[in-house]
Protein backbone atom coordinates (compact mmCIF):
# COMPACT_ATOMS: atom_id res chain seq x y z
CA UNK A 1 0.00 0.00 0.00
CA UNK A 2 1.28 3.44 -1.05
CA UNK A 3 0.60 6.24 1.60
CA UNK A 4 0.93 10.00 0.72
CA UNK A 5 0.89 12.24 3.97
CA UNK A 6 1.01 15.65 3.19
CA UNK A 7 2.67 18.58 4.92
CA UNK A 8 5.24 16.83 6.83
CA UNK A 9 7.63 19.99 6.36
CA UNK A 10 6.24 23.77 5.63
CA UNK A 11 7.47 25.71 2.91
CA UNK A 12 9.50 27.58 5.18
CA UNK A 13 11.29 24.53 6.42
CA UNK A 14 11.76 23.23 2.84
CA UNK A 15 13.31 26.69 1.62
CA UNK A 16 15.71 26.41 4.93
CA UNK A 17 16.52 22.85 3.83
CA UNK A 18 17.54 23.64 0.59
CA UNK A 19 19.61 26.33 1.36
CA UNK A 20 21.72 24.70 3.74
CA UNK A 21 21.70 21.57 1.02
CA UNK A 22 22.75 23.93 -1.54
CA UNK A 23 25.65 25.33 0.24
CA UNK A 24 27.24 21.28 1.22
CA UNK A 25 29.32 18.82 -0.12
CA UNK A 26 27.89 16.18 -2.38
CA UNK A 27 29.18 12.99 -3.06
CA UNK A 28 28.92 9.77 -5.11
CA UNK A 29 24.89 8.49 -4.20
CA UNK A 30 26.49 4.29 -4.74
CA UNK A 31 28.22 4.63 -1.36
CA UNK A 32 25.06 3.64 0.24
CA UNK A 33 24.01 1.49 -2.05
CA UNK A 34 24.04 -2.32 -1.67
CA UNK A 35 25.37 -4.41 -4.49
CA UNK A 36 22.90 -4.93 -6.92
CA UNK A 37 21.54 -0.86 -6.63
CA UNK A 38 25.21 0.26 -7.16
CA UNK A 39 24.87 -1.53 -11.08
CA UNK A 40 21.73 0.96 -11.45
CA UNK A 41 22.09 4.03 -9.43
CA UNK A 42 23.40 7.29 -10.78
CA UNK A 43 22.38 10.43 -8.45
CA UNK A 44 24.50 12.40 -5.71
CA UNK A 45 24.20 12.49 -1.92
CA UNK A 46 24.97 14.13 1.10
CA UNK A 47 27.72 12.41 3.15
CA UNK A 48 25.27 9.97 5.34
CA UNK A 49 27.73 11.17 8.29
CA UNK A 50 27.92 14.28 7.51
CA UNK A 51 26.47 17.11 9.52
CA UNK A 52 24.65 18.60 7.23
CA UNK A 53 22.63 15.43 7.05
CA UNK A 54 22.69 14.40 10.32
CA UNK A 55 20.85 17.78 11.22
CA UNK A 56 18.30 17.72 8.67
CA UNK A 57 17.63 14.26 9.38
CA UNK A 58 16.82 15.26 13.44
CA UNK A 59 14.71 17.81 11.73
CA UNK A 60 12.52 15.74 9.57
CA UNK A 61 12.21 12.84 12.71
CA UNK A 62 10.98 15.59 15.23
CA UNK A 63 8.22 16.65 12.58
CA UNK A 64 7.54 12.75 11.48
CA UNK A 65 7.16 11.95 15.26
CA UNK A 66 4.55 14.98 15.36
CA UNK A 67 2.18 14.01 12.58
CA UNK A 68 -0.70 11.76 13.30
CA UNK A 69 -0.83 10.70 9.47
CA UNK A 70 2.36 9.31 9.39
CA UNK A 71 2.23 8.33 12.92
CA UNK A 72 -0.96 6.29 12.07
CA UNK A 73 0.21 4.78 8.73
CA UNK A 74 3.81 3.69 9.94
CA UNK A 75 3.52 2.53 14.04
CA UNK A 76 7.06 3.05 13.79
CA UNK A 77 9.67 1.13 16.32
CA UNK A 78 12.99 2.88 14.66
CA UNK A 79 13.57 5.37 12.38
CA UNK A 80 16.82 5.21 10.24
CA UNK A 81 18.43 8.33 10.21
CA UNK A 82 17.08 10.22 6.67
CA UNK A 83 19.71 10.70 3.76
CA UNK A 84 19.22 12.96 0.98
CA UNK A 85 19.64 12.67 -2.76
CA UNK A 86 20.04 15.24 -6.02
CA UNK A 87 19.25 14.29 -9.19
CA UNK A 88 19.90 16.39 -12.04
CA UNK A 89 19.41 16.52 -15.91
CA UNK A 90 22.97 17.84 -16.44
CA UNK A 91 24.51 14.47 -15.01
CA UNK A 92 21.56 12.31 -16.61
CA UNK A 93 20.75 10.89 -13.22
CA UNK A 94 18.21 7.91 -12.70
CA UNK A 95 17.83 5.33 -10.07
CA UNK A 96 16.68 1.84 -12.22
CA UNK A 97 14.59 -0.83 -10.67
CA UNK A 98 15.61 -2.24 -7.41
CA UNK A 99 14.11 -3.71 -4.27
CA UNK A 100 15.99 -1.34 -0.99
CA UNK A 101 18.48 -3.67 1.32
CA UNK A 102 16.34 -5.99 3.97
CA UNK A 103 18.31 -4.78 7.12
CA UNK A 104 20.05 -1.48 7.24
CA UNK A 105 22.74 -0.34 9.74
CA UNK A 106 23.50 3.01 10.69
CA UNK A 107 27.40 3.31 11.21
CA UNK A 108 27.66 6.02 13.95
CA UNK A 109 24.30 4.79 16.23
CA UNK A 110 25.10 1.73 15.86
CA UNK A 111 21.02 1.01 14.65
CA UNK A 112 20.32 -1.95 13.10
CA UNK A 113 16.33 -2.10 11.37
CA UNK A 114 14.75 -4.65 9.46
CA UNK A 115 13.73 -2.14 6.56
CA UNK A 116 9.71 -2.37 6.68
CA UNK A 117 8.89 0.51 4.72
CA UNK A 118 11.13 3.04 2.71
CA UNK A 119 10.23 6.49 2.67
CA UNK A 120 10.66 9.39 0.19
CA UNK A 121 10.71 13.51 1.21
CA UNK A 122 10.22 15.54 -1.83
CA UNK A 123 12.09 18.50 -1.05
CA UNK A 124 11.63 20.10 -4.86
CA UNK A 125 8.53 21.42 -6.28
CA UNK A 126 7.37 19.15 -9.40
CA UNK A 127 7.51 22.31 -11.42
CA UNK A 128 11.07 22.79 -11.16
CA UNK A 129 11.87 19.42 -12.90
CA UNK A 130 10.60 16.86 -15.65
CA UNK A 131 10.84 13.27 -15.09
CA UNK A 132 12.01 12.35 -12.03
CA UNK A 133 8.83 10.05 -10.72
CA UNK A 134 9.40 7.49 -8.07
CA UNK A 135 7.99 4.14 -9.94
CA UNK A 136 6.81 1.78 -7.60
CA UNK A 137 5.14 -1.97 -8.36
CA UNK A 138 2.50 -3.34 -6.08
CA UNK A 139 0.14 -6.52 -6.91
CA UNK A 140 -2.30 -3.69 -8.89
CA UNK A 141 0.57 -2.07 -11.52
CA UNK A 142 2.76 0.31 -11.44
CA UNK A 143 2.46 3.66 -9.43
CA UNK A 144 4.45 7.19 -10.52
CA UNK A 145 4.30 9.12 -7.47
CA UNK A 146 5.66 12.95 -7.52
CA UNK A 147 4.74 15.12 -4.59
CA UNK A 148 4.97 18.95 -3.97
CA UNK A 149 7.77 20.00 -1.78
CA UNK A 150 7.16 18.86 2.08
CA UNK A 151 5.01 15.75 1.28
CA UNK A 152 6.58 11.80 1.57
CA UNK A 153 4.80 8.60 0.64
CA UNK A 154 5.74 5.48 2.41
CA UNK A 155 5.31 2.32 0.19
CA UNK A 156 6.43 -1.39 1.73
CA UNK A 157 9.90 -1.66 1.27
CA UNK A 158 9.84 -5.00 -0.58
CA UNK A 159 8.35 -3.40 -3.83
CA UNK A 160 10.44 -2.68 -6.70
CA UNK A 161 11.04 0.50 -7.39
CA UNK A 162 12.68 3.05 -9.54
CA UNK A 163 13.13 6.40 -10.41
CA UNK A 164 12.82 7.55 -14.36
CA UNK A 165 15.74 9.85 -15.10
CA UNK A 166 15.45 13.69 -14.80
CA UNK A 167 15.50 15.08 -17.85
CA UNK A 168 15.44 18.83 -16.91
CA UNK A 169 16.21 20.72 -13.43
CA UNK A 170 17.17 18.76 -10.33
CA UNK A 171 15.19 16.86 -8.33
CA UNK A 172 15.69 16.93 -4.24
CA UNK A 173 14.83 14.81 -1.71
CA UNK A 174 15.10 13.05 1.52
CA UNK A 175 15.12 9.15 1.73
CA UNK A 176 15.45 6.38 4.82
CA UNK A 177 13.55 3.46 6.03
CA UNK A 178 11.85 2.61 9.32
CA UNK A 179 11.08 -1.02 11.22
CA UNK A 180 7.25 -0.88 12.25
CA UNK A 181 5.89 -2.16 15.50
CA UNK A 182 3.79 -3.87 13.22
CA UNK A 183 5.90 -6.33 10.79
CA UNK A 184 2.76 -7.68 9.12
CA UNK A 185 1.69 -5.44 6.36
CA UNK A 186 -1.71 -6.56 5.70
CA UNK A 187 -2.33 -5.93 9.47
CA UNK A 188 -0.41 -2.78 9.19
CA UNK A 189 -2.91 -1.38 6.85
CA UNK A 190 -6.07 -2.82 8.54
CA UNK A 191 -5.21 -0.91 11.16
CA UNK A 192 -4.29 2.29 9.01
CA UNK A 193 -7.97 2.01 7.81
CA UNK A 194 -9.68 1.55 11.13
CA UNK A 195 -7.82 4.70 12.46
CA UNK A 196 -8.76 6.61 9.41
CA UNK A 197 -12.25 6.00 9.60
CA UNK A 198 -12.27 6.41 13.69
CA UNK A 199 -10.75 10.00 12.54
CA UNK A 200 -14.03 10.49 10.27
CA UNK A 201 -16.30 9.40 12.88
CA UNK A 202 -14.81 11.59 15.69
CA UNK A 203 -15.40 14.64 13.72
CA UNK A 204 -18.84 14.01 12.80
CA UNK A 205 -19.77 12.45 16.20
CA UNK A 206 -17.32 14.13 18.99
CA UNK A 207 -14.48 12.07 20.35
CA UNK A 208 -16.38 11.71 23.25
CA UNK A 209 -19.26 9.43 21.19
CA UNK A 210 -19.69 6.20 22.68
CA UNK A 211 -19.35 4.05 19.57
CA UNK A 212 -16.49 6.32 18.72
CA UNK A 213 -14.75 5.39 21.88
CA UNK A 214 -15.15 1.83 21.43
CA UNK A 215 -13.84 2.07 18.12
CA UNK A 216 -10.56 4.10 19.34
CA UNK A 217 -10.57 0.94 22.01
CA UNK A 218 -10.57 -2.09 19.70
CA UNK A 219 -8.57 0.16 17.86
CA UNK A 220 -5.56 0.00 20.39
CA UNK A 221 -6.36 -3.70 21.36
CA UNK A 222 -5.46 -4.22 17.59
CA UNK A 223 -2.69 -2.63 18.11
CA UNK A 224 -1.20 -4.68 21.51
CA UNK A 225 -2.13 -7.68 19.89
CA UNK A 226 0.10 -6.94 16.48
CA UNK A 227 2.84 -5.00 17.79
CA UNK A 228 6.40 -6.22 18.49
CA UNK A 229 8.61 -4.53 20.57
NI1 LIG B 1 15.38 2.19 -3.34
Known sequence: MLICVPNVLSKQDVADFRRIMDASAWEDGRSTAGAQSALVKRNEQLPPDGEAARKLGNRIISALTANPRFLSAAVPQHIFPPLFNRYTAAAGHRFGIHVDNAVRGDRLTG????????VTLFLSEPEEYDGGELVIEDLYGSHEVKLPAGDLVLYPASSL????PVTRGARVASFFWLQSMIRDAHARSMIFDLDTAIQALAERLGR??????????????????????
Do not use: C, F, Q
Open 111 to 118: LRIRTDLS
Open 161 to 164: HMVT
Open 208 to 229: DDPETVKLTGIYHNLIRYWAEV
